[in-house]
């Protein structure tokens, strides 16, 4: 082009218009009135008169002006938009009879979302940001089955977490990850700082048999929120039209426990099983131990359009075939609610040459125990078990060790366990105290025959726990003696001897007459010194 040119495109990018044919001569510069302004006219060469140095906002008349007076044939602006005053200079450079030149836009690059950029500068400068959890009991499984307030947390979510069934039914088609173990979900919560909130989907109810109670520590840098669901056991006794404030309940998903003890102890319980035969399998199970005529009703997909509720008898449902998503609530007419020491002792399965600690003085050492619900008990020199039968029954949410080396005792110990289902009892086959070594500290010991080793036995098991009571049968003077002086020389500071002596009737012709038993002698022995 021939003739004067005004340049508006500021100083930053002059150079790049130096190649102009006469560039000196021809174009005259508007640029900010700074000293940096005007040291970059200077450095390309411009002189002082075909510098305009000025303070924007320009108006039509302003650019009309200032073409005329440098009588400009062009102007040279960018697409710069209302802000930058481009209509006001298109219209004065057609009033005053100049090109004009537009200096278009750079390409659009699609540039970072918000969430990746937080991520971005997450990772580049090490900011962490408190992102806000939500963890939501779904209900049985269904979107009808969930409440309003879940719902919402859903709705508003960033992304959702949780197995793939219920992220898929929540929330189809919204950013989720699929995780189940609480410390996954902790990691990805962890490694995704670009997302603000997170909903961790949980089946159930929040509170029952649920992994929140896992994850809630793991959460302790972020603002969590629990929201609670409808649980499968309110879900399956409305639908059966059962109250639920006395069911004991149990899970057998992913847990190695037996029901068996449960059903015999308690009028109704309900279970949550695992995988596809886990129904059928508890239904056999509950068949083996004598409880076949137990009710159960189960519930399949409860809340999905395929749910299904079955009621029968343990025996009848023993080879249907069940949803993996299935529970049960067990009815049972005749529990067992006996829980007082001292069962008969017909009731265990016995070895004619092992001892048995008869039922009198059985009743006697449970007492002196002192056994509490969840009490971790060893019992040295078990023999037969009878003894462990009854802390294990009494301790129901605890474990018995049993300690046994003979053979055919051990033998009758594991069928006593089995006879009364006992899934807290675990038979240790070996010679204390070496056997001993293994297991955990317990707070109750009960030592019926110690091979001579009665003061190694104690000292292991203080050194594992110091508070724990022990409770020693003697029946020989000088297991007494022994006894006697262990109490004195290991300082306990609550020390009782009680000396038992039973009688039991036999019959004698027309008459009963009464033969004594031989005395027992029971060591009490803690560092309380009120005993218990």
């Not at 049985?140 to 793939?164: F, H, Q, R, V, Y």
């Not at 039914?169 to 950013?175: D, F, L, M, R, V």
């Amino acid at each position: 082009l021939e003739g004067n040119i005004l340049l508006t495109t500021g100083s930053k990018e002059l150079d790049k218009f130096t190649g102009i044919r006469d560039f000196s001569e021809r174009v005259y510069a508007r640029v900010l009135p700074m000293e940096s302004s005007l040291e970059a006219c200077s450095k390309a060469g411009l002189s002082p008169s075909h510098i305009i140095a000025m303070q924007g906002p320009f108006s039509f008349d302003m650019n009309v002006a200032t073409l005329k007076a440098i009588n400009a044939s062009c102007l040279v602006t960018k697409d710069s938009g209302g802000a930058g005053g481009f209509e006001e200079k298109a219209e004065a450079a057609k009033a005053a009879g100049a090109r004009l030149v537009i200096i278009g836009r750079p390409p659009q690059v699609e540039g970072l979302g918000f969430n990746e950029a937080v991520k971005f500068l997450r990772e580049k400068y090490g900011l962490e940001r408190k992102a806000s959890v939500t963890v939501v009991g779904i209900g049985p499984g269904s979107p009808e089955g969930m409440t309003i307030e879940a719902k919402n947390a859903i709705k508003n979510a960033d992304c959702l977490i949780g197995a793939k069934r219920m992220t898929d039914s929540a929330a189809p088609g919204k950013k989720a990850f699929n995780a189940i173990s609480p410390e996954d979900i902790a990691g990805i919560i962890r490694e995704h700082g670009e997302y603000r909130r997170f909903a961790v989907l949980m089946s159930g109810d929040t509170g029952f048999y649920s992994g929140t109670k896992k994850l809630l520590p793991l959460l302790s840098d972020y603002s969590a929120e629990v929201l609670p669901g409808i649980s499968s056991l309110s879900c399956l006794c409305s639908k059966i039209g059962r109250s639920y404030e006395d069911v004991l309940t149990v899970s057998l998903h992913g847990r190695d426990r037996d029901i068996v003890p449960y059903v015999k102890k308690h009028r109704r319980v309900f279970t949550l099983t695992g995988g596809k035969d886990g129904m059928a399998a508890l239904c056999r199970r509950l068949t083996e131990a004598g409880l076949g005529d137990v009710t159960l009703y189960v519930g399949q997909r409860l809340s999905y359009p395929d749910e299904e509720i079955t009621a029968g008898k343990a025996r009848e449902l023993s080879e249907r075939e069940f949803s993996s998503l299935s529970v049960a609530l067990i009815e049972n007419p005749d529990p067992d609610f006996t829980v007082t020491g001292g069962l008969p002792d017909e009731a265990f399965e016995r070895v004619e040459s092992v001892p048995m600690t008869k039922s009198e003085v059985r009743a006697v050492c449970l007492s002196k125990l002192q056994l509490k619900a969840d009490s971790v008990c060893w019992d040295v020199g078990a023999g037969t078990g009878s003894v462990s039968v009854e802390m294990a029954r009494l301790a129901g949410n605890g474990h018995v060790f049993a300690v046994e080396k003979n053979e055919k005792a051990v033998e009758a110990l594991n069928k006593n366990r089995e006879r009364f289902a006992l899934d807290n009892l675990t038979v240790t086959e070996g010679a204390a105290p070496d056997a001993c070594r293994p297991l955990p500290a317990p707070d109750r010991v009960f030592i019926g025959g110690s091979g001579g080793k009665a003061g190694e036995i104690i000292k292991l098991a203080l050194s594992k726990n110091p508070k724990a009571r022990i409770v020693a049968t003697a029946i020989t003077l000088e297991t007494v003696a022994e006894m006697t002086a262990l109490s004195k020389d290991m300082g306990f500071t609550g020390t009782e001897v009680v000396s038992l002596t039973a009688a039991r009737d036999r019959k004698a012709g027309p008459y009963r007459l009464m033969t004594g038993q031989n005395p027992v002698y029971i060591f009490t022995m803690t560092f309380e010194d009120n005993g218990i």
